[in-house]
Structure formats: structure tokens, C-alpha cells
């Protein structure tokens, strides 16, 4: 069962333009008989409304038995990974409003070519309540804020955006983390560094992300090819390659859902399992793959906290947390310096996998050519596009710095909010999709 | 069952003097079959509802909404946009659609067969389509997924300045993932079939689609850089207007967004380019009676003879613009506020086939799935840059597979660039109709 009530502002060419709140509860039911699951959903949470739900959720197991069951649930709390300090719903809309102006001012002041800011506010209360048959019975509570900034910069050369965000499990406090103000210029920055920006290369060359940039990298590259639901259908690369080396030996990944405040964070995952921290690869090796409930029960061994859904009205399945690979030796600025030629990427768009053969690209959003060891001129967005083992092979520096970002994480249309993190590093080699040939 | 439009209505009716009320109310119904080894591995069946609400006050617009319909729910939605409102900047040209005169189409979008269509039928249309998948190929190694989907959506919105609109539509889909193998290469392919009602499903086509599409991959390599021509596959060019149509949204260029800012008027795309959106035509998937404010849809011609003519608008940004809305305001349900978008974008088709079009090509790409388009493609920007596999074009003939590539170009290059239009027009799943589309110049990333 499951409460939430979100709400949204958002502030377009210097207007407030609208303000939502929402408000949505209900329950999910779901049967599982062998390998076959029935889910239904209702709003109608009267005996009645469940009665019905259920017998629509149970109406697969038609070959089943009669009778009834009784269990006793025993209610199990677990550890937050948060504490929540200020709950949104305490604020004043008028403080929130002033946070989106703010953000205008600071982002039009930092250059006279910023021609448009938008800027959007959000945040949601997501109340669950979850039993099973096992006799479980445990809740979470989770607040999440966002802030976002998109600027587009005008320019001889035509227009080019930026956009920054600020996302973590936690209430209003999010901003004692960072100000809008910071949010307001980076993406500012963003936007007016590209106006004399060159077009993005074409072909293979080596790429430093710079930390925090490109953790989705590893969320597309292989995190999503480590799911358990991929693994036991057989449609994954990674199938059957725990303890063969699947990366290069500099690599250690880990999907943690503990690690608060991240935007991925959590107490239980949506099947009541609490949540804990998974190596996946250590040293370079594949160490295990990530489970919910029905996989794990399928393989006899225990879900390792990875069984999320978007809501109520959707059916678990495996997804990750907050995914990022664990900083190595080596010093940020000599990565660099030791690029003779290549790619610095300082921020990253969206991604894409195909899991069954490994194939990912990503979007450059913020990117700089690297010559004579140097970071020199920005480039266009392009997409990369790669292969993960190949990718997770070719990574030959890790640095000492760390940083997360907050990601949406789309699988089987639905959406659940991940956390994504890395050193500076670099890949040896990836195609860059550009169109100035050499 | 609930009267929406009553719910409706008596929502709008509430507004007082000083302001304006719209509400949206829906209802769906949904189901959801995934078929793995011939057995059910989820069915899921479920009904929802909710509304939302806006009010517009002196110009300043709140918005909430409920996952209910009820009267105390519809209460503290409205209580809560009324307070919404308060806050927001006042707009002077806030406000809801009026009645502007143009009658809605007739279309017939609601199939009442597919509410009485058994859920065994449904499961084993998805079982049957998994097994001949399998079946087509013995180089097919495994099925990733075969699902069967429908849904039946219904929707209510009345307004306090004398808008009434319904609409209500039904949808099924059927479609597989597959994988084909050799030795350690794997390939997928991705087939489907959409209609309105199960009659309509063509579970063969969408098995071969997959078949062919993965199999002909087997073997791919990665090429060479080059520049050469490129046909996009049907789904591919769908995918394009799409893009194509968000960045001629009136709100993008009023606000100085749109890389077609003040070029109305001007040559953007080759002469043989025209573009429509007819939300009228009852072949498109998006095909609707009424937009998202309750205004009847109808066709905008938005390019013709590569001049742009004009751009989609909805209340709001009709206003900025001196206009009147083109009925083009859309929304993802209940829970949001309408934007702008385009429902059936469809380009004037040529003569020539898809094999037609390849024969008279000496050296290009033919791209038969794009990745990457949401974080590869800036609609403010212009670039354009995607992750691709197909086949190699040589002399007039399909040739190799190639994989993890990249093609790039500018969103105004490649209109300046399109070399041939294909007649194969196909109304497909989303807000566009595909057709084969051969561009020339663009840059093919590989080694």
C-alpha cells in the first residue's frame, strides 16, 4: 500500500508559471504460482476494493486449490538511511516560489548571452506499507527533492542549453547542501561555454570523465546487463560470468542503496527487503548480480534489496540503486596531463543499453577536447556509443576524487530515481559521434 | 460506472466570479500479458481514474490532482489549486480555452469488442506470437520478452468559460524482443503490431519483423567512419518527425527555444518536404476528437514545399503570439497540465519503395534502429547525433551489417539534405507516420 503527494513548481521565461500538488494512495496485489505472477492495482482500499483486487490478481492461478490461509505478519522495521529534517509540506509555497526566482536572477546575471532560464522545483512524500505471505510486514518513508535549472545561451552560432540539477533523498535541508545559486550558474555556465563550441569529433579516441560526470556510464554499460531478471533469461552478456574477469582490474563497482541521502536511497526496497550495499565487480572481477524476490526465490538465495517499482500500480523488478565505481590511485590533473589527444567529458546526458549484446550509448552534454595533455576547447553534444565489457576493459586510470549524480532509470516503462557515481578516470578508446572528420 | 463529464462539469461550475476552472477527468482500463517459455510470467489487470484540476485566477494559473473522483477528493483537489494559484506570476495571457467554433471530427477510436475480448484470448495471442518467433529461425537463441497490452482510455473535460469535450479511445499492442545467435555474436530485433482492437493485430508480421531484423545483423561489424547517405527504416523516420514536430511548438519559439524562431516564411527543408498534423485522420494512432483543453483537433500544415508555414499553439501560447490556439494542446493525463505537442505528424509521401529508394544508392547506411535519441538529439541546438545498427548500402543493394555506430548531423542539415521521400507510408504507434527517408551527407561514426 502505498500514499504519496508530490508537488511541482515551475518557473519559465522569469514567470511562475504553475504550481501542482497531487495526491495519489492505493494498493498493488500481486500472486505468484510458480513462475506466474497476477498484479492488479486499486484506489479503493475498502474491504471490498481489496477483496476484488485480489481475486483479480489471483485469477492466473486458476489450476490452484481452494482454501484459505491464515498468516500472522510480524512487523520488522529497519535503519534509515536518512534522517529527514524539514518536510517539504512545512514550507511555505511563497519560500518555494522565491528559490525559483533566485535561481532566474543568478543564472541571467552570469552572462548577457543567457536568453532564456527555466528552473523547476519538486518534491514528493512516498508512504509504503508492504505484508507478504512469508509474514512480512514492514514500510518505508521517503521524501525526495529536486531542483533543475536549464539556461539557453544565444550566440553567433546559433543557441546551446545547460542544464544542472540537484536532487537527493531528503527534504527541504537539500539546499543546505547546495544553493540554488551554485545550481543557477553551473548550469549557466554550461549553456554560455558552448556558444564557441567546435563540432564533436568523429571515430574512436581515448575519454576522460570527469568525476561524478559519468556514472550513468556504468549504469548503462553493465549495471543493467547485472539484473537478475536479464541473467536467469538468459539475455544478458554478463550470463554465467561470475568470477571470470569482466573488467579491467581497476574496477570495483558497487550498487548500494544505503548511502543517504543519494537520490536512490532507501530503507526497504518495494518487496520489504532492506536495503544493503552489493559488490558487483571487485577488481576487475564479476562478483554476483543483483536480485529481487522473485529471482532470488527462483535461485534458492536471497534478494539483495533490488526488487523497486515506480508505484502501486506497477509490478516490482529488478533495478539498481545507487550504482558507481569505488575511486582508485591515480591524481585527477595527470590523467589528464597523460592524454596526449582525446575527450574530456564534464557532463553527461542520457543513456541506452541493449543488454543482450552489451551496445550503450550515452549523451555528451558538457565536453572539452584534450590536446598536448590539456583540457582546450569545448565541443558539441554528440553521443558516445560502446560496448560495456569492451568499455569496462579498455578503463586504464582511476582517480582519487569521488562524486555522485542524481538519474532517472527507466526499464519496461517505469521510472524509478537512481544515483550514479565515479572518479576521474579514462577509457582508452570509445567512438565519439560527431561529424568533423579527421 | 461514473458519469466523467457530470464529474467534470460540476467541478467547472464551482468557479466564482473572479476566476476560471478546468477540469480533466479520465478513466482507463488496462491489460498487461508477458509470456516467457510458453507460460504467463505476469498478467496484470487494472483500472484507474483521477482529475485534475486548474484555476486561473487574475491570470495566475494552480493546478492539482487526485488518483480519485469522489466529491471530498474533487474538493481538496480544487481547494488545493485554488491556493496553488496564489503564487503563481500573473500572466496576462493566463487563461483557459474558449469555444472557438470548430467542430470536433467524427472519428470512432472505441472498439467495445476489445472490453468483452476474454483475457485467454489475449494471453494466447501472446503465446502464439512467442512460438512462432521461436519457430521462424533456427538461429533464434532466445525470446527476451512477448507481451500483449491493451488499454481503454476515456476522458471528460468542461470549463467554466463553456468548453465540454470528450473523447475515448481503445488500443492494443502485441510485441517481441528476440534474440538470434551464432557462435558468440548475438543480435536482437524488436517487432510489434498495434490497433485498436485484437482483429487488428497481425502477430505474424510482428514475429517476422523480429526474425528478420536480428537475424540480419548476425555477423555485424563495426565500419569505418565515413559520410555517405543514409535511408532510415520506417520507424526511424517516425521517430524524426517527432523531433521534428517539438521543435515547431509555439511556447519553444516564443520563448526563444526553437532553432525555427522567426524563419516563417523561409526555405528550412528541400522543396519535395511538406508536413502535416492531422489529429482528423482516423488512420493515425494519435488520432483524437479534442485536444487537451477541450478544442477540437484539426490539420496544421506546418511545412509545404519546404516553406515553413507556421507553428502548433495551444490557449496559452496563441495568446503570446497573437494568435489562436492551432487545438494542439496535449497531456500525459490527468496528473499534468497541457503543453504543446503534435498527434499524427505526417510528411507527403513520395513514389518510390523502400528497395526502390535503396537501388538508387552507390554507398550508404541503412539504419534499422536508432539509440540514444532522448540524450543524443538537442531540439534547441539543432544537433543530432544517434547510436545505430542496419546494413551497409553498396551498389544498390543491402550489403554487410554493421553495429555501434553512430549517425550525425544537425536537425537543419538534414532537411536541406533529404535525397529521396519513400511512399511507404505506415501509421505506427506514437505521434507520427513512418516512411523510408534517405538523407545524404551525414556522418557515419565507427573505427
Redesign the interface.
Known amino acids: 500500500m502505498e500514499d504519496r503527494t508530490a508537488s511541482g ?1 515551475s518557473l ?15 494498493a498493488g496485489i500481486r500472486v505468484v504460482i510458480g ?9 479503493d482500499l475498502s474491504e471490498n476494493g481489496l477483496r476484488s483486487a485480489a481475486q ?1 490478481a489471483a ?2 492461478a486458476r489450476e490452484g486449490g481452494g482454501g484459505t490461509r491464515t498468516i500472522a505478519l510480524t512487523e520488522r522495521r529497519f535503519p534509515s538511511p536518512n534522517g529527514i529534517t524539514g518536510l517539504p509540506s512545512d514550507v511555505s ?2 519560500a518555494k ?1 522565491e528559490l525559483l526566482f533566485r535561481a532566474d536572477d543568478i543564472a541571467r546575471s552570469k552572462s548577457s548571452s543567457i ?2 532560464v ?1 528552473a523547476g522545483y519538486g518534491d514528493s512524500r512516498r508512504r509504503t506499507q508492504i505484508a507478504n505471505s512469508d509474514g512480512l510486514l514492514t514500510g518505508d518513508e521517503r521524501v525526495r527533492t529536486r531542483f533543475s535549472v536549464v539556461c ?1 545561451a ?1 550566440g553567433d552560432a ?4 545547460g542544464y544542472e540539477t540537484l536532487a537527493l533523498t531528503l527534504g527541504f535541508e537539500l539546499f543546505e547542501r547546495r544553493s540554488v545559486e551554485e545550481v543557477a550558474e553551473e548550469a549557466a555556465r554550461r549553456a554560455v561555454s ?1 556558444l564557441q563550441a567546435r563540432p ?1 569529433p ?3 579516441l581515448p575519454v576522460v570523465l570527469q568525476r561524478g560526470s559519468g556514472g550513468i556510464l556504468f549504469h548503462e554499460a553493465c549495471g543493467h546487463g547485472l539484473e537478475a531478471d536479464h541473467i536467469l ?3 544478458s ?1 554478463y550470463t554465467g560470468r561470475v568470477g571470470d574477469l569482466v573488467a579491467s582490474p581497476l574496477v570495483t563497482l558497487v550498487d548500494d542503496g544505503t548511502v543517504g541521502p543519494e537520490w536512490g536511497c532507501m530503507t526497504v526496497d518495494d518487496e520489504g527487503r532492506a536495503a544493503q550495499r552489493n559488490v558487483l565487480i571487485r577488481d576487475g572481477v564479476l562478483t554476483d548480480y543483483m536480485w529481487d524476490y522473485l529471482r532470488a526465490r527462483k535461485q534458492g538465495r536471497e534478494s539483495s534489496g533490488n526488487g523497486r517499482r515506480e508505484s502501486y ?1 506497477h ?1 516490482p523488478m529488478v533495478r539498481m540503486t545507487n550504482t558507481f565505481l569505488l575511486p582508485g590511485d591515480d591524481d585527477p590533473d595527470e590523467i589528464v596531463a597523460q592524454t596526449p589527444h582525446g575527450i574530456y567529458v564534464s557532463h ?5 543499453v ?1 543488454t ?2 552489451g ?5 555528451m ?1 558538457e565536453a572539452y577536447l584534450i590536446e598536448d595533455g590539456r583540457i582546450t576547447e569545448p565541443i ?4 558516445l ?3 560495456g565489457p569492451d568499455v569496462l576493459s579498455k578503463i586504464d586510470a582511476i582517480g582519487s576524487d569521488f562524486d555522485m549524480s542524481p538519474g532517472t532509470c527507466g526499464k519496461d516503462g517505469q521510472s524509478v530515481p537512481v544515483g550514479c557515481g565515479q572518479p576521474t578516470l579514462r577509457i582508452s578508446g570509445v ?5 568533423a ?1 579527421d | 460506472m461514473t458519469d466523467l463529464l457530470g464529474v467534470a462539469r460540476s467541478l467547472a461550475q464551482r468557479a466564482d466570479a473572479a476566476e476560471e476552472i478546468e477540469a480533466y477527468v479520465s478513466r482507463g482500463r488496462e491489460t498487461s500479458v508477458r509470456i516467457f517459455e510458453q507460460q504467463i510470467e505476469s498478467l496484470s489487470s487494472a483500472e484507474s481514474a483521477g482529475l485534475g484540476v486548474r484555476v486561473v485566477s487574475q491570470g495566475r494559473v494552480g493546478f492539482a490532482w487526485v488518483a480519485a473522483l469522489d466529491d471530498s477528493s474533487a474538493s481538496e483537489a480544487l481547494a488545493a489549486a485554488r491556493d496553488n494559484s496564489r503564487f503563481a506570476t500573473i500572466d496576462e495571457h493566463g487563461g483557459l480555452a474558449m469555444p472557438d467554433g470548430v467542430e470536433a471530427a467524427a472519428l470512432d477510436l472505441w472498439r467495445e469488442d476489445l472490453l468483452a475480448t476474454p483475457t485467454e484470448t489475449k494471453v494466447d495471442l501472446a503465446v502464439e506470437l512467442e512460438r512462432i518467433t521461436r519457430a521462424a529461425d533456427p538461429r533464434i537463441r532466445q525470446i527476451v520478452h512477448s507481451d500483449y497490452s491493451d488499454g481503454m482510455g476515456e476522458a471528460a473535460i468542461a470549463t467554466s468559460t463553456g468548453i465540454e469535450a470528450t473523447t475515448r479511445r481503445t488500443t492494443c499492442f502485441v510485441s517481441v524482443s528476440a534474440i538470434a545467435g551464432e557462435g558468440d555474436d548475438s543480435q536482437t530485433g524488436y517487432g510489434y503490431s498495434a490497433g485498436r482492437h485484437v482483429a487488428d493485430l497481425d502477430v505474424e508480421k510482428a514475429a517476422a519483423d523480429a526474425v528478420t531484423r536480428a537475424t540480419r545483423l548476425l555477423g555485424a561489424t563495426k565500419p569505418p567512419s565515413a559520410r555517405l547517405t543514409v535511408v532510415l527504416d520506417r520507424r526511424i523516420t517516425a521517430m524524426l518527425l517527432g523531433i521534428l514536430a517539438g521543435t515547431l511548438s509555439g511556447e519553444e519559439v516564443a520563448k526563444g527555444r526553437s532553432l525555427f524562431a522567426n524563419r516563417v516564411g523561409e526555405e528550412v527543408a528541400v522543396r519535395e518536404l511538406s508536413l502535416v498534423d492531422d489529429p482528423t485522420n482516423p488512420s493515425a494512432w494519435g488520432a483524437s476528437q479534442a485536444d487537451a483543453e477541450g478544442l477540437a483537433c484539426r490539420r496544421n500544415s506546418l511545412i509545404e514545399g519546404g516553406e515553413l508555414l507556421g507553428y502548433l499553439y495551444d490557449t496559452h501560447a496563441g495568446r503570446v503570439a497573437g494568435t489562436a490556439s492551432t487545438g494542439s494542446a496535449v497531456r500525459g493525463g490527468y496528473r499534468t497540465t497541457p503543453g504543446i505537442g503534435a498527434r499524427a505528424v505526417a510528411m507527403q509521401p513520395g513514389k518510390l519503395s523502400q528497395e526502390e529508394i535503396i537501388s538508387r544508392i552507390d554507398h550508404g547506411l541503412f539504419v534499422q534502429s536508432v539509440s540514444g535519441a532522448h540524450s543524443g538529439v538537442n531540439s534547441v541546438s539543432g544537433d543530432f547525433s544517434v547510436g545505430a545498427e542496419g546494413l551497409m548500402i553498396r551498389q544498390g543493394s543491402l550489403a554487410e551489417p554493421v553495429r555501434e555506430i553512430t549517425v550525425a548531423s544537425t536537425i537543419q542539415r538534414m532537411l536541406q539534405h533529404i535525397a529521396f521521400i519513400g511512399g511507404d507510408v505506415e501509421w505506427l504507434p506514437g505521434a507520427a507516420a513512418g516512411l523510408t527517408l534517405a538523407i545524404d551527407d551525414m556522418s557515419m561514426s565507427g573505427t
Open positions: 513548481i519559465d521565461d522569469r514567470k511562475v508559471e504553475e504550481l501542482s500538488s497531487g495526491h495519489d494512495r492505493g513462475e506466474t505472477t497476477g498484479f492488479a492495482h486499486t484506489a483479480a485469477a492466473v509555497k511563497s516560489v536568453a532564456q527555466s539557453v544565444a546559433g543557441l546551446q542549453t558552448k564533436a568523429s571515430g574512436v533469461k538468459d539475455t552478456v500500480r509490478l553527461l546526458g542520457g543513456g541506452q541493449n543482450a549484446t551496445d550503450f550509448t550515452f549523451g552534454t558539441r553534444d554528440a553521443n556509443i560502446g560496448n567512438t565519439i559521434g560527431g561529424t572528420g
